[in-house]
């Protein structure tokens, strides 16, 4: 056995969507963005236990349109593949035109503009090479089962990959396994021996979430579901079980003819789930034409044996300062939205934010359908805020703050699942006197998603409010036992709790943190500057 482990989840933090493919001794995994800037981020492992963010697939650069004029909105559930010396992914862009295709002969990059696919409708769809070089596509929508009843389902169909669009008929091919069940998506399909395999999630991507899985000796036609059906899912493992929300796989096979099944799950501490949903890892083996994953428990488990045939390849860690001395910023800084404004800076070591008009608390809309039209970003509406994902449960941030605001203008520490719902301490001025507060901010809404009605109530407290006469600050907030406290001083050596023992609220996004500007509807050139960064 071997002496080393695969720890999970094996992506820490909300990385949810796991998509795999494998190119000689090397792994490349795609996870979901969102409405995160830059998108579609790619890791690499050589051992399928320690991964390196090894780039995003979607930048400025490539022609990514995303903003935060929606809520969960933006890229979500790609697929990634490789074929013929070409990396594909396959994704979805709520903020954008619909589903698209970038291309790269290095998964490092540079990924090619977005070829757009009118022709492919709804989300998740995925990407299928067969062993004779034929490409499809396939997809979810509404399907009529053989007993004639509509309902949602997959579809398949031929697709042209050197001209981008699809081929002659498509065909509906499965339902799902549970009848009547919710939410079938997430389709990949894999050819072993003489059946095609259709993997797929269902159930909803909260805690009914599942794998199952179908096979047909031809790729056209109607799928026979497995028996065994759900082949992964811990919804039978009840709310306060520590990973819930398993599902949305994909399938790997290594050099050496084993496999193992990726797929998203939340680490839950009787209910709370900070992190949002990450990316999981199982070993699975094939019994009698079918897979089992996780054999001998059925379960996700926290650690397993790593494959003893891959090269155990660890990748250096980011050291816990980041002194903003760089020429850009570390790879694991994301943006609300895309930057199109210029509102950031490395300079004299330090992050220089500006102060740009909006503002953490303005109520972002519901998310829209897909887009089949062009749809022009919002290129002066940014958010001045810069974050990383909360990866571990205990854990402080601390950082220099050097500003002075005038009226309006705020810059501090943020914390939060998402800007409806955050923590934040700032640094403002009222009536020609400089304080520091502790905000707390949230939107509680029936629905954020598809254009349904919202019924939102919109709650700004502040917790705490201290003079502070300095035009410098140190910030820390301690995260322990789920809860939050933020301390403030000239340094870090003199600190004082501002408020203490706070519960953040709504995780599905997963935490973040970061730093912020803001002039709060004001029109601004005044800078925030950060002079490091430090989590431990």
């Known amino acids: 056995m071997s002496e080393h482990l695969i720890h999970n989840p094996i992506i820490p933090g909300n990385f949810p969507d796991p998509s795999i493919c494998r190119v000689g001794g090397d792994f490349y995994l795609a996870c979901s963005s969102f409405e995160d800037y830059p998108g579609v981020p790619i890791f690499h492992s050589r051992d399928l236990a320690n991964w390196e963010l090894l780039c995003h697939a979607m930048t400025l650069s490539n022609g990514f349109v995303v903003d935060t004029t929606q809520q969960g909105g933006g890229v979500m559930a790609p697929t990634i593949r490789y074929h013929d010396g070409t990396f594909y992914i396959i994704n979805a862009n709520y903020c954008h035109k619909g589903n698209y295709i970038v291309t790269a002969k290095d998964p490092a990059g540079p990924w090619s503009e977005p070829h757009f696919l009118p022709d492919v409708p709804e989300i998740d769809a995925s990407l299928f090479f067969d062993d004779d070089g034929k490409c499809y596509v396939i997809g979810t929508g509404y399907i009529t089962n053989p007993d004639g009843k509509r309902e949602r389902g997959i579809w398949a169909q031929e697709f042209d990959i050197e001209n981008f669009h699809v081929l002659g008929e498509r065909h509906e091919i499965w339902n799902c396994a549970l009848h009547g069940g919710a939410d079938p998506e997430a389709p990949h399909i894999y050819h072993v021996g003489e059946y095609y395999y259709l993997l797929i999630a269902e159930g909803g991507t909260d805690f009914y979430h599942s794998a199952t899985i179908a096979r047909a000796k031809n790729i056209f036609d109607w799928y026979e579901g497995n028996p065994a059906n759900p082949i992964l899912t811990h919804r039978h493992m009840g709310r306060s079980y520590p990973i819930t929300?398993?599902?949305?796989a994909d399938f790997v096979d290594l050099p050496d003819g084993s496999w193992y099944a990726v797929m998203l799950g939340s680490r839950s501490y009787d209910g709370y789930r900070p992190f949002g949903r990450e990316s999981f890892i199982c070993p699975m083996v094939w019994e009698r034409g079918w897979p089992v994953l996780s054999p001998g428990t059925g379960k996700v488990e926290f650690t397993y044996p790593a494959?003893?045939?891959?090269?155990?390849?660890?990748?250096?860690?980011?050291?816990?300062?980041?002194?903003?001395?760089?020429?850009?910023?570390?790879?694991?800084?994301?943006?609300?939205?895309?930057?199109?404004?210029?509102?950031?800076?490395?300079?004299?070591?330090?992050?220089?934010?500006?102060?740009?008009?909006?503002?953490?608390?303005?109520m972002p809309a519901p998310v829209k359908k897909l887009a089949q039209e062009p749809k022009e970003p919002v290129r002066d509406d940014c958010i001045s805020l810069v974050m990383q994902h909360q990866t571990q449960l205990n854990f402080t941030l601390t950082t220099k703050l050097r500003?002075?605001?005038?009226?309006?203008?705020?810059?501090?520490?943020?914390?939060?699942?998402?800007?409806?719902?955050?923590?934040?301490?700032?640094?403002?001025?009222?009536?020609?006197?400089?304080?520091?507060?502790?905000?707390?901010?949230?939107?509680?809404?029936?629905?954020?998603?598809?254009?349904?009605?919202?019924?939102?109530?919109?709650?700004?407290?502040?917790?705490?409010?201290?003079?502070?006469?300095?035009?410098?600050?140190?910030?820390?907030?301690?995260?322990?036992?789920?809860?939050?406290s933020f301390l403030y001083g000239p340094d870090e050596e003199h600190l004082t709790p501002l408020c203490e023992g706070i519960v953040p609220d709504g995780f599905f996004g997963g935490i973040l943190f970061g730093l912020f500007a803001s002039a709060n509807g004001g029109q601004s050139e005044n800078e925030a500057a950060f002079d490091w960064f430090r989590e431990e």
């Not at 980011?318 to 903003?324: K, N, R, V």
């Not at 600050?473 to 789920?482: A, E, K, M, T």
């Open 403 to 484: 500003f002075t605001p005038r009226e309006k203008e705020t810059a501090g520490l943020f914390v939060g699942s998402s800007l409806r719902s955050h923590l934040r301490i700032e640094l403002f001025q009222y009536d020609g006197v400089q304080y520091l507060s502790c905000r707390s901010f949230s939107v509680r809404s029936s629905s954020m998603w598809f254009d349904r009605q919202v019924l939102a109530k919109v709650t700004l407290d502040e917790l705490a409010r201290v003079p502070w006469a300095g035009d410098a600050v140190v910030l820390r907030l301690i995260s322990q036992d789920r809860k939050y």
């Open 245 to 248: 929300n398993i599902g949305h």
């Open 307 to 362: 494959p003893e045939s891959l090269p155990w390849t660890p990748f250096p860690k980011e050291d816990a300062l980041d002194d903003f001395d760089g020429e850009t910023l570390r790879g694991r800084w994301i943006f609300a939205g895309a930057p199109y404004q210029d509102f950031w800076r490395l300079e004299d070591s330090a992050l220089h934010l500006k102060c740009l008009p909006r503002s953490l608390d303005r």
